[in-house]
């Protein structure tokens, strides 16, 4: 029974901070003014999907070639052809943006600790090429991302094996259209249009610039990208993965604000984590309802 009292009273004191804690976890819509119940009207049911996201997509096109030809800028400002980081071997590929800070950086970081785990290094067995979609972005940007990742990467020997490109909006476009990788601008907090929503997605590409396999996601398997690099370093081509797609974020034009698809994540856990220390007191209720019951029966019986 003592147990009982004892959490009678945490509640009881702590009450409050548990109607804040689950008021957090449950997204609620703020307004100016609070319509009278009988006045709120119900909004129009939207059938569609909205117009940027229709335009978000990932399309596997296997054994299909890159733009080898594709001019860019490497983090260096040099100016390179997509081609010469091919026919040598192997290349992990993606299509992101530098200055993003919702998706890519959670995708490059997913790729970046799968690497940690493989065995292989960049520059000897595979090479990493990262293309920027923002025309916008410079030399000077991409370098200063290469040298964040790299130190996370913690292989300074392995610097001559990733690349991060930047390019025109020709270059751009001939590398997205070949990947299957669709997007579009959207405009910021700030109304500018400076922002992108895109899906993630890497790609492996032979050495001789065939797409041989789409990774979809910001967690990959260290066993199936290596996999995947003995498999493309053969010349073999893989299969479609479920198109599941991970969006880089939601944005609401009537309210032109964006959405993490981890805030989601984090409401739920909030949820999960009222219902664990639910369930604990009600295991710790019946197990001091259970005792109080046996000393009673003993006290009985004499």
Known sequence: MQNAQTIRTIL???????LTLALACVPVALHAQVSDYG????????????????????????????????????????TVRLGDYFNKRPVIFSTVYYECKMLCPEEINGLVGALQMVKFDPGKQFDVVLVSIDPS?????????????????DRPQTANGWHFLTGDAASIKAV???????????????????QFAHASAIEIATPQGLLSQ???????????????????SAGKIGTPVDNILTYCYRYDPTLNRHSLLI????????????LILGS???VMFRRDIKSARSVTTKLANG
């Open 39 to 78: 006045q709120k009207e119900m909004g129009a049911v939207q059938n569609t999907a909205p117009t940027a996201l229709q335009k978000i997509s990932v399309v596997q096109k296997l054994n299909q070639p890159l733009p080898l030809d594709a001019v860019f800028h490497d983090e260096a400002g040099n």
């Open 12 to 18: 009881k004191a702590a009450g409050g901070s548990l």
């Open 214 to 232: 789409y990774y979809l996601g910001v967690e990959f398997a260290p066993r199936d990208i290596q996999l995947g690099l003995v498999e493309a």
């Open 176 to 194: 997205t259209d070949a990947v299957g990788f669709g997007y579009t601008r959207v405009p910021g907090p700030d109304g500018k249009m400076d």
């Open 280 to 282: 604990y007191m009600v």
């Open 263 to 274: 805030g989601r994540i984090v409401q739920a856990g909030c949820l999960l984590t009222l």
């Open 137 to 153: 972005e410079t030399p000077a940007i991409a370098a200063k991302e290469k040298a964040f990742y790299l130190k996370r990467y």
